[in-house]
């Protein structure tokens, strides 16, 4: 979608009005076909139609080039009219026409990101990844070229990427799980494979006029000195052999059929490994009916289309990043004209002169450290250096790290994007607090792995932008069984980039603090604090305050008692109790005090967490509350409140911005015929469960909405956000009367209808406008789930195509927990003891500002306004507007 408001931000505002109307150049690079301008180059039309005859060389420059990228006939340059014009026009104007081939092309590799910016390397990610998971066409290019493509090329990526997974998850249980899984779908994928994929490649092949038949591997590709088995990888040869009855004698007695069945399947195999590896350590099953579309494609998509495979959750970045290793195309081109730009007459000559013949210009190796030179932004100088001689550049890096200790940062990082932003606000401000150091401890689970998605934020910065760098210490809690709910793989040496240099011999032995903030249970440490065992269990017990500052040691934990991070049990009250005794203040920061995200502070926030939280909040709006999670009070009030006012927001901007395309008009009609079984589904699977599950010591029952709450003190309907209840209104044609004689199961039967409707449609629409069809079938498995996974979870929602993250910033606006503890935190460092007594007073009490103001207390301190001034709004109950506004 064209949306003005990013183009303004990009400062591309005026583009619109800005057509091409030609130039004078010492260099054209063309790495896109030119259709669309006139091919009339004697008598131009106005432009932009007629621009590419306004193309001229600029006075003065020598070594004019022009370069396309990619040979006469490819993509970028059609063997038409218009194509084979405008190169006859640019060499009679006095520009030598060349062509970037194969020769300069260069690899995508995993080092070239540390130079990108974060969207660009999702983008690489996403890419390298489509074409991993994607097959090419059965109908696509020929028999020759299909097999090629899946027994060497691909097989090699994928074999490449699944062998680093393995080699990492080995033995764990939900690998162990996993592939039992496969064991048990083995015979129906390859069934799948064979009545879907194989079997209309050889359709395509009999009706191609080059058809090279189901021949024996054995024998010579027709037209060719080869055979077709030594086109195979030797890994795919090897795969074949240990999965099949063939041996390396009958090899290659097999028909070419077969042993494309049995590569093609041996890739899925290791693929759908990893899908179903990413649901157990998420908590859920995978799901073979979910990979039917993938397997079998559907009315408008073939076989084996990677927009069909089902989206993987959690931090997958670095099994991408195992896959990448295709051709780079257009940078190649990008490449060869800045070395022409930086070039004298003479070395641009002679380029010129290698590319005509479609030599290399110089070594792979030369080549892959150019881009690498060029993208660390080296300069001219270097370019050229890499291209007309031998240069070799080593760059050094060293970190540093401060021990000095005031507050101690407890967290269970990992698994929501707030615990990265809690960590962001706290590194922003420690610049302007001179005397302040941190110790950051990782709890629960694999502290270590706790730590890799802050060192991937840290790693998408250069090292002079990371705040507070040298002032904070990494150090690890005790390990216990909780995993985390996102797949991330470990890397140490990404740990070390980003200064945690010596992480897993870094274990915390306790300490002396002014402030400890809460921000994990505390599972794993020793209930002993008297006598606290050696090691980081007893490290609890050997914490002691600090006067420094200004002499309130405070102990401050996220959530009230009795929420996730302090359980009503043994451990946690006694914890308090011994820390009350040491001299420490305690405060809980509850929910009457948190603040909630906003795009307003992305700004300031590194785009790496930026789009972690996109991530979150968008698995928030499509994942709704099990039904068999917590009681009916909460499940309706979330449905059909909470929740539904976050999808309504998102729905609305969505709908607006789009009511006049042609997808969004398609995907209003394809919904109206899916309500019916949407709705009978989420009563079915969904409400009826819920029904069944009201059965705690505070059972509510299923009575008409206008009644009261079972123990509160309003009634059922009074729950319902206005939005839910116009929706509601208007679908089922009622009056305000008929809703109020409804009962709570029937309403919330409506509003999960009404909000899952919202959401399919935004589906529906990414998938027309990708020119494909919504498959009903994923629609009914996220709604109905499984024996395994809930219904409406948000690892059934199907995936969307495109670039949704406009569209994700609009659900943003779920509480951020332990942010807002480190907000109140930094401020309290900067208060005097009586200002302290006072703000930990209205902590207690109440809210301290209304949402709206405290929302905007934090959108400051992410932008880095001084926190004496935010601890004002704090004591005085309200916001003084800023400079700006």
Known sequence: MADAQELLSAGLATLINKPFRGGEYDVVLQISP??????????????????????????????????????????????DELHTGFKKYMERIGFTAVHVEKANYLNWEKAMFDTFPPKLTELVLDDEWNKAVGRIPPMVANLFVRFRVNTLVNYEVVDRAFAAFEEDLRGTPDYVRATKWWISVEKKVLQSIRDGYIKRSREADSKSKDSFGNVLVSEKVKGMKMSWESICSRVCVRDILASTDITETTFSKQNLDDI????????????????????????????????????????????????????????ISAIQKEVVGNPMYDPAGMLVGLALMSATEEQASRVNNKLLLAESLISPEARTQAMKDAYAGLGESALVDVFFADKEEKITRAATLSTEVRLLFITDAGDEADNEAALWLLSTHLNALEELRVDVVFATGNPALRAMRWAKILNSLKKEDIPGAEKIRYLLGPETKREMRYYTKYNPADLKAAGMVDLEDSIWDGGKYAIIIQASPLEGFSENLTSPPAGPEGSLGRLQPSFAGNGSPLYIVVGEEGTTNFPKDKLHKKFKDHILQKGFKACHVGSNNYMHWTTDFFANMPATLMKEALQDEWKKAV??????????????????????????????????????????KKAMSWWLELRPAIKQAVMENYVKVSRAHDVSKD?????????????????????????????????????????????VDEVMSLALTEITGKLLRIYAFSAFDAGVTPNPAQCRGYVSGSTTNPPLDFYQFPRLLGDVSVLKKEVVGNPMYD??????????????????????????EGSVLAKAERDEVLVRAFRGEALAGLLTSFLEGKVTPSKSG
């Open 699 to 743: 059972k509510f029952g299923n009575p008409k909405i206008k009644e009261m709450v079972k123990g509160q003190q309003c009634t059922w309907r009074s729950l319902m956000a206005d939005e839910c209840v116009q929706d509601i209104k208007s679908a089922a044609s009622l009056t305000d009367t008929a809703l109020e004689v409804l009962t």
């Open 260 to 315: 494309l069945c049995y590569a093609v399947t041996s890739m899925t195999s290791k693929l759908l490994r990893i899908y179903a590896f990413n649901r157990y350590v998420s908590g859920r099953d995978p799901d073979i009916a979910q990979l039917e579309p993938y397997l079998l494609g559907t009315k408008d998509t073939s076989a084996m289309d990677f927009r069909n495979f089902p989206e993987l959750h959690g931090d």
């Open 623 to 664: 994942g709704r509350i099990p039904p068999d999670m917590s009681n009916v009070f909460i499940r309706f009030k979330v449905n059909s409140n909470v929740n539904y006012v976050v999808v309504e927001h998102a729905y609305a901007s969505f709908a607006e911005s789009r009511k006049d395309d042609g997808s969004f």
């Open 34 to 79: 030119i259709s669309g301008f006139s091919s009339d180059f004697d008598n131009p039309q106005p432009p932009p139609l007629g621009a590419l005859a306004h193309v001229l060389p600029r006075p003065g420059a020598r070594g004019l080039s022009y370069i396309v990228v990619g040979g006469e006939g490819a993509t970028n340059f059609p063997r």
């Open 819 to 844: 942010t807002s503890a480190v907000l109140f935190a930094l401020c309290l460092i900067t208060a005097t003891s009586d200002q302290v007594d006072t703000l930990l007073s209205k902590v207690t």
